[in-house]
T-cell receptor, first 112, second 113 residues
Framework: KNQVEQSPQSLIILEGKNCTLQ??????????LRWYKQDTGRGPVSLTI?????NTKSNGRYTATLDADTKQSSLHITASQLSDSASYIC???????????FGTGTRLKVLA | NAGVTQTPKFQVLKTGQSMTLQCAQD?????MYWYRQDPGMGLRLIYYSASEGTTDKGEVPNGYNVSRLNKREFSLRLESAAPSQTSVYFCATIRTDSGNTIYFGEGSWLTVV
């Protein structure tokens, strides 16, 4: 069964600190993996997209890594800001389908 | 979330009532999707439309119908609402070129009492 699991479920950090969110998946055949940020009461917004051949991609203070062999991805947030408080969702798609498998997200809270 | 517009933003229904959630996109994308998001669960696909004139069931289609009215609009209808359909509904469209970015609407909060 295609699944995407994220950890931790929630995380609280102080402003300025770094953090890393994890995503493990069992989707096959793998096509690509995305990270989305969802602010409270809003729709998810794309942060990064990585294909099988990519193992790291950055978007400002956000850096995603992908290990296709172990089927793991991480999202590293550097020098966190209050505006980083949100849910971060890992999404994996299988090759040849229109369907996307969503993780349950990690809820990040950044405190001043 | 520019480009994908959902209405209404909030709705309260009584059990058995019907309603339609509207979605419109101005990005000229072929693919459109309806998802529901429930606490502790990832977004789940209700229905999708790969192109104008086609619709297909996702993982949780029971109790819903859809219409792909034209390339811009994709509506979701609840014929007889049930409390289990209390959820946040998201419309999305896919840019099917390099990257296949998913663009979501702002969501519709539906409560069935």
């Amino acid at each position: 069964k295609n699944q995407v699991e994220q950890s931790p479920q929630s995380l609280i950090i102080l402003e300025g600190k770094n953090c890393t969110l994890q995503c493990n998946y069992t989707v096959s055949p793998f096509s690509n993996l995305r990270w989305y940020k969802q602010d409270t009461g809003r729709g998810p917004v794309s942060l990064t997209i990585m294909t099988f051949s990519e193992n790291t991609k950055s978007n400002g203070r956000y850096t995603a890594t992908l290990d296709a062999d172990t089927k793991q991805s991480s999202l590293h947030i550097t020098a966190s800001q209050l505006s980083d408080s949100a849910s971060y969702i890992c999404v994996v798609s299988a090759r040849g389908t229109y369907k996307y498998i969503f993780g349950t997200g990690t809820r990040l809270k950044v405190l001043a | 979330n520019a480009g994908v517009t959902q209405t209404p933003k909030f709705q309260v229904l009584k059990t058995g009532q019907s309603m339609t959630l509207q979605c419109a996109q101005d990005m000229n994308h072929n693919s459109m999707y309806w998802y529901r998001q429930d606490p502790g669960m990832g977004l789940r696909l209700i229905y999708y439309s790969a192109s104008e004139g086609t619709t297909d069931k996702g993982e949780v289609p029971n109790g819903y119908n859809v219409s792909r009215l034209n390339k811009r609009e994709f509506s979701l209808r609840l014929e007889s609402a049930a409390p289990s359909q209390t959820s946040v509904y998201f419309c999305a469209t896919i840019r099917t070129d390099s990257g296949n970015t998913i663009y979501f609407g702002e969501g519709s909060w539906l409560t069935v009492v």
